[in-house]
């Protein structure tokens, strides 16, 4: 099969218990190929009846010996499998990625189906080396901790990275011994139908991966307010974050949150500036701008402004919107109408604000088809008090501001209310190391955009969140901690 050939897609159903349902309303939605704006297929509409089934069936399963027995080397190797399954489909999910969400399918096979693949890998590795301490505590008492799973979690994801973010949350999950529902966005559920089918594939026991695909406002609700869900691992907008720690609140679950950003990418006067145009457009344009990490706000010293942007509108003109499925193509289009929409309304904003559009911003066709694509868009003159400066637009639309030092760099910089990811190029030692120190933000680069590894902590400061996912952090968000104290006097 070639890289451009389309898959047959099958309609989706639940999998819930180790079965393929469908919803008990016997409801069903589309599934929209952005790139074309045409259905590619119907899935199970899940509510609360299905996520019902679905916590308890997770619940049953966690609980039985066939998976409390189970022992962690052997729940390391059940997740080593599925990482080889990913693998032995890459090439497959990647095509299914590319015509759920839109993005190249060089980018989703290079990057989403391999960190996926990676986050299992490295999660497997982990499964046996989740140890206890033991405490010297006065007394004649041994007293050591037990880190154990949390039980039942939910993790409900975004669209941006479908299989990515679902790995983060189910590898860990899983290695740390847990049973998980996942509620993928119903723009972009077919890879996390896949991982499931996968993963039952290898050998994990019925029950302790269930997909209920759906809508935020029903089946993700039903998710956060169930009583056998214990943890509810979330990432997508901060408003909705907020809905979901307040609903939370009344069965006191856990909740860890990976939210919008509005990050300040600075550019310092002694910067390397085409490594810097390099990074400033990647950091931007990159999966279409829809990411949470996205360089959307450019910060440039005002005494080397014009030359950076005027290599930058050259650099910005080679993202061309393209057919996803096509391996050259760079941008992609908008994941679905409504992210059109939003896009297209921030940035008539940004002109109504003042903001002077540099260029792009208009929507453009691809193939004859009326896909979600937009020209790459980049404003100049934007004061830190219009919206395309505050708000999270999630599309490929850059904001330019100047500074005169590296003080007010950091003071605009910091000045919203999302602290997800910052950068800055520069090419002295110490306010590299200054900036980082004092920029609010969970993941600084140096000289670098966009790195990320499934060995690093990942998370928001403020408004962008709160714990960590990859790296060692996360096993804390998936185990928890018992002293036993036994008395040897
Ligand atoms: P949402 O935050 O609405 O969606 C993220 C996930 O939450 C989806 O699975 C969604 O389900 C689910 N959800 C929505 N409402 C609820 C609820 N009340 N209870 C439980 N789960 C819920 O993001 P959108 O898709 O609406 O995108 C809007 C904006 O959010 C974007 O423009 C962008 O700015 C931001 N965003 C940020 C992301 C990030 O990684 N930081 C990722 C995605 C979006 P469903 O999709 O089925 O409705």
């Known amino acids: 099969m070639s890289d451009t050939a389309t898959l047959e897609i099958q309609p989706g159903r639940l999998f819930i218990g180790g079965e393929w349902q469908d919803a008990a309303s016997g409801k069903t939605f589309d599934t929209i190929n952005p790139a074309t704006a045409e259905t590619l297929t119907q899935l199970a509409e899940g509510g609360a009846d299905d996520v019902d089934r679905a916590a308890r069936a997770a619940r049953t399963a966690f609980e039985s010996d066939a998976w409390q027995k189970l022992d962690a080397r052997k729940r390391g190797r059940l997740l080593y499998a599925i ?159 907020k809905i979901i720690q307040r609903q939370a609140a009344d069965t006191l679950k856990r909740v860890s949150l990976e939210l919008g950003g509005k990050s300040p990418n600075i550019v310092l006067e002694d910067a390397d500036v085409d490594a810097a145009v390099r990074g400033a457009s990647m950091a931007i344009f990159y999966n279409t701008g829809q990411a949470c990490t996205a360089g959307s706000r450019l910060l440039v010293h005002e005494s080397i402004r014009d030359e950076f942007v005027e290599k930058l509108v050259k650099r910005a003109a080679g993202f061309v919107p393209g057919d996803p499925m096509d391996p050259k193509t760079r941008l992609g289009p908008l994941v679905s109408q409504e992210q059109l ?113 499934t060995a690093s902590p990942f998370g928001g400061y403020k408004q962008s969140g709160y714990g960590r996912e990859l790296g060692r952090h996360a096993l804390d968000l998936y185990t928890q901690v018992k002293s036993v104290w036994v008395n040897l006097g």
């Open 341 to 453: 929409d939003r896009v297209l309304g921030y940035i008539e904003q940004g002109k109504a604000e003042g903001g002077n559009l540099l260029m792009g911003g208009d929507r453009v066709e691809v193939n004859g088809k009326r896909g979600y694509f937009v020209n790459p868009a980049i404003f100049g003159g934007v004061t830190s008090r219009m919206t395309i400066a505050c708000e999270e637009i999630f599309g490929p639309v850059l904001a330019v501001q100047t500074f005169k030092d590296l003080d007010e760099a950091l003071e605009i910089g910091n000045s919203t209310e999302y602290g997800l990811a910052a950068a800055v190029w520069t090419k002295d030692v110490r306010k590299a190391h200054v900036a980082a120190h004092k920029l609010r933000a969970g993941t600084v680069w140096i000289n670098t955009y966009h790195n990320l590894d």
């Open 83 to 241: 990482a080889d399954g990913l693998e032995a489909r890459a090439d497959e999910l990647a095509r299914l990625e590319t015509m759920d969400n839109g993005k190249p399918v060089k980018e989703a096979r290079m990057i989403d189906i391999k960190e996926s693949i990676d986050c299992f890998r490295y999660y497997a590795g982990w499964a046996d080396k989740i140890e206890g301490d033991v405490i010297p505590v006065p007394g004649p008492y041994l007293n050591y901790t037990r880190r154990e799973p949390v039980g039942v979690c939910g993790a409900i994801i975004p669209w941006n990275y479908p299989l990515p973010m679902a790995a983060w949350k189910v590898a860990p999950a899983l290695a740390c011994g847990n049973a998980m529902v996942l509620k993928p966005a119903e723009q972009t559920s077919l890879t996390a139908l896949e991982l499931a089918r996968i993963a039952a594939e290898a050998g994990l026991p019925a029950g302790i991966l269930n997909v209920v695909t759906g809508f935020g406002e029903s089946a993700g609700a039903a998710l956060v307010a169930h009583p056998e869900v214990d943890k509810i691992a979330f990432t997508g907008s901060t408003a909705v974050g």
